[in-house]
């Protein structure tokens, strides 16, 4: 089993940026790939980004050019830099790992709830 556990979520107003964290526990040296994913009350959760042991990466269209997905290997920590950000990103962010490159993913972190005043 793996633990995630999600931190760096908050309030911030329109334009301002947060960095969420998402530390690995357990069986970690299984994981291929890590991410973020997020969800409004009401609907269904969504891919922001996802980032593989080999760093490939991959951003949902809204969040390109604004957030930045990276990971540490060693400390099995995944980040998530996100600048300009809008009313429209507030939700509850996910962290998620997986054993394969693609596909589902197989362990979920409890979220963080990231709030964007305008």
């Known amino acids: 089993q793996v633990q995630l556990v999600e931190s760096g979520g908050g309030l911030v107003q329109a334009g301002g940026s947060l960095r969420l964290s998402c530390a690995a526990s357990g069986n970690s040296f299984t994981i291929n790939r890590m991410g973020w994913y997020r969800q409004v009350p009401g609907k269904q959760r969504d891919l922001v980004a996802t980032?593989?042991?080999?760093?490939?990466?991959l951003y949902a269209d809204s969040v390109k050019g604004r957030f930045t997905i990276s990971r540490d290997n060693a400390q099995n920590t995944v980040y998530l830099q996100m600048n300009s950000l809008t009313p429209e990103d507030t939700a509850v962010y996910y962290c998620?790992?997986?054993?394969?490159?693609?596909?589902?993913?197989?362990?979920w972190g409890k979220g963080t709830l990231v709030t964007v005043s305008s």
């Open positions: 980032i593989t042991s080999g760093r490939f990466i």
């Open positions: 998620a790992a997986a054993q394969r490159a693609v596909g589902y993913m197989d362990y």
